[in-house]
């Protein structure tokens, strides 16, 4: 992944490794003191506009290598401007498979759809989203990212993808089978 922890010098208007939306209502930068164990962070604000509604924002990363394991975990560190104003957040897993979109979700902070979330702190929190099923041909474009889905203020920083992550009980199986 480049620039994981958005410590490379940022152009105006560019963040190396990533690509992300804009327009109205939209901010997204890095910002020297306020990492989380980094001097920078990424911020993503999400805000109302004259012309309606707050927009949806959207950060991808550079594309990344398929895993030859059929898995990929996205590890990051995340915190609200304000805990009591939820964002709805997705950490996505996105590529193409056969040409078409193929998207994994994960919900952090506010409820998209009334299944329970993990909240969102004004403190660093890790946050884990793991995927056991990626195809293992025709998987192509693999990007990592995170999607505000309306008005919102959030913070990342330190994101790590790892392609083989096994849980505690499947690292008990290897380890019995050793």
């Given at each position: 992944?480049q620039n994981?922890?958005?410590?490379s010098p940022?152009?105006?208007?560019?963040i190396?490794?990533?690509?992300?939306a804009?327009?109205p209502g939209?901010?997204?930068?890095?910002?020297?003191?306020?990492?989380?164990?980094?001097p920078?962070?990424?911020h993503?604000?999400?805000?109302p506009?004259?012309?309606?509604?707050a927009?949806?924002?959207?950060v991808?990363?550079?594309?990344?290598?398929?895993?030859?394991?059929?898995?990929l975990?996205?590890l990051?560190?995340?915190?609200?401007?304000?805990?009591a104003?939820q964002p709805?957040?997705?950490?996505?897993i996105?590529g193409?498979?056969?040409?078409?979109?193929k998207?994994?979700k994960?919900?952090?902070g506010?409820?998209?759809?009334?299944?329970?979330?993990?909240p969102?702190?004004?403190?660093?929190?890790q946050?884990?989203f793991?995927?056991?099923?990626l195809p293992?041909s025709?998987?192509?474009d693999?990007?990592i990212?995170?999607?505000?889905m309306?008005?919102?203020?959030?913070w990342?920083?330190?994101v790590?993808?790892?392609?083989?992550w096994?849980?505690?009980?499947?690292r008990n199986?290897?380890?019995?089978s050793?």
């Amino acid at each position: 992944l480049q620039n994981p922890s958005f410590e490379s010098p940022a152009k105006p208007d560019a963040i190396p490794g990533w690509v992300h939306a804009r327009g109205p209502g939209v901010e997204v930068g890095v910002m020297r003191g306020a990492g989380f164990r980094s001097p920078s962070g990424l911020h993503v604000v999400s805000r109302p506009t004259a012309e309606g509604p707050a927009p949806i924002v959207w950060v991808r990363s550079a594309p990344l290598p398929v895993p030859s394991t059929g898995r990929l975990s996205l590890l990051v560190h995340l915190r609200a401007a304000n805990a009591a104003k939820q964002p709805t957040l997705r950490l996505a897993i996105e590529g193409k498979l056969d040409g078409r979109v193929k998207y994994w979700k994960a919900n952090i902070g506010a409820s998209e759809d009334g299944q329970p979330v993990k909240p969102l702190s004004v403190e660093w929190s890790q946050f884990r989203f793991p995927v056991v099923d990626l195809p293992q041909s025709g998987l192509t474009d693999l990007r990592i990212g995170f999607d505000l889905m309306g008005e919102g203020d959030v913070w990342i920083d330190e994101v790590q993808v790892f392609d083989l992550w096994f849980e505690e009980n499947e690292r008990n199986e290897l380890l019995k089978s050793i």
